[in-house]
């Protein structure tokens, strides 16, 4: 079964700093039918200014992704961890038992990304974060794993995270095709481009939901970036 969420459909909020659309209900965005997507809990689309960002703040007993379309966005937390993750690279960030970060735009241009949120599969961790730097190049017959806390991937350089999801994401060429395993059930987000869902249109910043399905087949319409979330129920 698939269902597509237009990005016009979306919640939204601009603030000025930060123009964001919302895949499932946040701050001051609420929408009873788009409370999660079993154990994915947020997904934000984010549009971030120069020299903006998020304050130092609180999280704990969540995993926090975030993959970086365009710009840079930098790290900071209280563990004393940081970092710059560039367009196409990937963060993570368990919160576990408790953890203080911020996230600004240090770049000269606006910063894009996605900020993701999946629920542990285990509570009170250490808190930890890490990034990974991933080509850019289109990819050949699947899409790279990116992330991931499967015991069968963990030799497979994903970034890891605490619950039995996988992400992957990648960069296809004008027409060309491929098929996807799916596990669990899956979210796919057109991170830039145009796509075809199993016959159906999708454009940048639509969310598309897949239940019920043990593969989905890709096609770019226009060379596009694909993300795939792979989540428990």
């Known amino acids: 079964m698939i269902n597509i969420y237009p990005l016009s459909t979306l919640g939204h909020a601009n603030h000025g700093w930060l123009d964001t659309h919302y895949h499932f209900s946040f701050a001051n965005y609420f929408n009873k039918k788009r409370m999660h997507f079993g154990q994915l809990r947020v997904i934000n689309d984010d549009s971030i200014k120069a020299g903006a960002g998020f304050d130092m703040h609180r999280h704990e007993n969540m ?3 975030t993959f970086v379309r365009s710009g840079a966005i930098t790290h900071q937390d209280s563990k004393g961890n940081t970092g710059r993750t560039k367009a196409g690279d990937v963060q993570v960030m368990s919160a576990g038992s408790g953890i ?6 240090l770049e000269s241009e606006t910063t894009t990304l996605f900020q993701i949120w999946i629920k542990p599969n285990k509570k009170d961790v250490t808190p930890r ?3 990974a730097n991933f080509n850019a190049q289109i990819v050949q017959d699947a899409l790279p794993l990116l992330v991931s806390g499967r015991g069968e991937d963990q030799d497979k350089g994903a970034l890891f ?3 039995d999801a996988a992400i ?3 960069k296809l060429a004008a027409g060309q095709v491929i098929t996807h395993p799916i596990k669990d059930q899956a979210y796919i987000l057109i991170s830039k481009g145009h ?3 199993d016959g159906h249109a999708a454009a940048q910043g639509d969310g598309i939901e897949i239940t019920q399905q043990d593969t989905v087949t890709i096609k ?3 060379t596009a970036e694909i993300i795939l979330i792979d989540v428990p129920a």
């Open 168 to 170: 992957y994401g990648g």
């Open 63 to 65: 995993e926090i992704i």
């Open 129 to 131: 974060w890490d990034m």
């Open 220 to 222: 770019a319409t226009d």
């Open 195 to 197: 796509a075809d869902i």
């Open 100 to 105: 203080y970060h911020s996230e600004f735009n």
């Open 161 to 163: 995270i605490h619950q």
